[in-house]
């Protein structure tokens, strides 16, 4: 009877598997032009992608946290992918695609409970941090691959835009989740490895860190470095300026274009 619960509580959900399914009919359609709209193709292919990224993301941290110790995580329905299982869905799915809808940043996530007293020795508990962020990079490494590999031929335009526009969401993303800010996995990974007055005291900011990230990210000098960083690394997979300025111009298909980045239709 364990055996079949366990069991059940690792099958990949119909919601995820209904999501990725989107994301593999619209990279189709972007992919061959089939959609009369290029950009309500490329928002539903890199939405849909960036939803599949997320559900991953905590994916990681809940199959760490089991390996670790903590079998709670099934029973929660972490490792079934499905993203309305998660203690904050809100913070976890909905306001990481606002977030890309408005501004095109990949927003961390971040709802999975981990019972952490469960769980015996520091490098595990910061590998179940890390895991998540992990993710990200290992999504963005497989969307830039035709870039860095230079397998870039025949592969259309529109498709390369939303990759390059999907690759800079999950390098953000990346970035901000390994912050050793209070409240993200960059601080889980060292928090282990601090002294117990340092975690006791710091505690209570936990709450407040992502907000005090997006603050500072508001202050031009702040954001203007951040991006620079992002695109120095989308530069070194060998995405351009360009195609995730496309991808991103291509994503917000509501808003009027400049003409820079026109897609030929067969």
């Known amino acids: ?19 990725a399914a989107v994301m593999a009919v619209t990279g189709w359609a972007v992919w061959t032009g089939y959609s009369t709209s290029t950009g309500l193709a490329v928002f539903l292919f890199v939405t849909s992608a960036w939803v599949v990224s997320l559900c991953l993301h ?3 941290h809940a199959r760490t946290a089991l390996h670790g110790g903590d079998l709670s995580v099934g029973a929660e329905g972490y490792l ?6 998660y203690t904050h869905a809100l913070l976890s799915i909905v306001l990481p ?13 971040g709802a999975v409970y981990i019972e952490r007293d469960r769980i015996r020795g520091r490098w595990k508990h910061s590998l179940i941090s890390a895991a998540g962020p992990l ?9 830039t691959a035709p870039f860095w590999l230079g397998a870039l031929d025949g592969v259309p335009l529109a498709f390369r835009y939303a990759l390059a526009f999907l ?4 390098v953000s993303a990346a970035i901000l989740n390994f912050l050793p800010v209070p409240g993200l996995d960059g601080y889980g990974v060292i928090e282990p ?21 997006f603050a500072l990210l508001w202050i031009p000098e702040v954001n203007a470095f951040f991006f620079d960083v ?18 991103r111009d291509l994503y917000r298909f509501w808003q009027e274009g400049n003409g820079l980045c026109e897609v030929p239709r067969d």
């Open 1 to 19: 009877m364990g055996h079949q619960g366990s069991r059940g509580e690792r099958r990949i959900s119909s919601v995820f598997l209904g999501i």
């Open 135 to 143: 993710t990200n990079v290992a999504f963005a490494v497989v969307c």
């Open 97 to 109: 695609v606002l977030f890309v809808i408005l501004g095109g940043l990949g927003l961390p996530g």
């Open 193 to 213: 490895w601090l002294s117990h007055r340092i975690r006791r005291e710091v505690a209570p900011l936990a709450p407040f860190g992502l907000i005090a990230v």
């Open 58 to 60: 905590e994916y990681a």
């Open 167 to 170: 690759a800079l969401l999950q």
């Open 230 to 247: 992002v695109r120095d690394i989308l530069s070194g997979l060998g995405v351009s300026d360009l195609e995730t300025y496309c991808g």
């Open 80 to 85: 079934t992918l499905n993203p309305l299982k």
